[in-house]
């Protein structure tokens, strides 16, 4: 993920930038990043894993979006704005939907890591989820065709939950019950 500009901006002046541009911008820390073009390798993961999620989620009261959809992340300890575009998030608090994006903190965000954005995903965006209270982060890569699985712990900090690479089922902590195999993640890529 590269910055749109290399100067702190307001959270007014992003969204004003937002209104002239066709990129999917994120702002995170007065930062303004743009989003890297979506390959086909990244859409065909993305699909799979939104459609693997939706079958389990069906007839429950959590729901699976898939980008692009604004979060605002919203803590009532954190006093910033910070708005992300994830590939995949799950939401199960309805309350933070408006017409245009999300207000809150998604349960569960999928990233799918890119060349350009592997830094970013890895460690601002932990980060950032950790702080803000995402429950479980997925970190999939498409080069190593492998999925790392984080999950907050009783002192809200990120513990590895699951890490598979190549072959095996992950297993989410925050969806009991939930598991994927990576044949049905990568199946176009292996």
Known sequence: MNLYRNDRVSVQDYFEIRENCEQLLEYIDEYI???????????????????KFREFLEEKTCEVFHAPVDIELKNEKIDRTTIVI????????????????????????????????????????????????????????????????????EEKLYIQHDMKTEIGKITSHFLKGFHVDLKDIFQDNI
């Open 33 to 51: 990043y743009m989003s890297p073009s979506h390959s086909i390798k990244h859409q065909r993961i993305s699909g799979n894993l939104y459609i």
């Open 86 to 153: 994830p590939d995949l998030c799950i939401i199960c608090d309805k309350n933070g939907f408006t017409d245009s994006k999300y207000i809150g903190v998604p349960n569960l965000i999928v990233e799918i890591l890119s060349p350009s954005n592997q830094t970013h995903d890895l460690i601002t965006k932990l980060n950032l989820y950790m702080n803000y209270g995402v429950q479980e982060y997925w970190i999939v890569n498409p080069m190593l065709n492998s999925v790392s699985i984080y999950a907050l712990n």
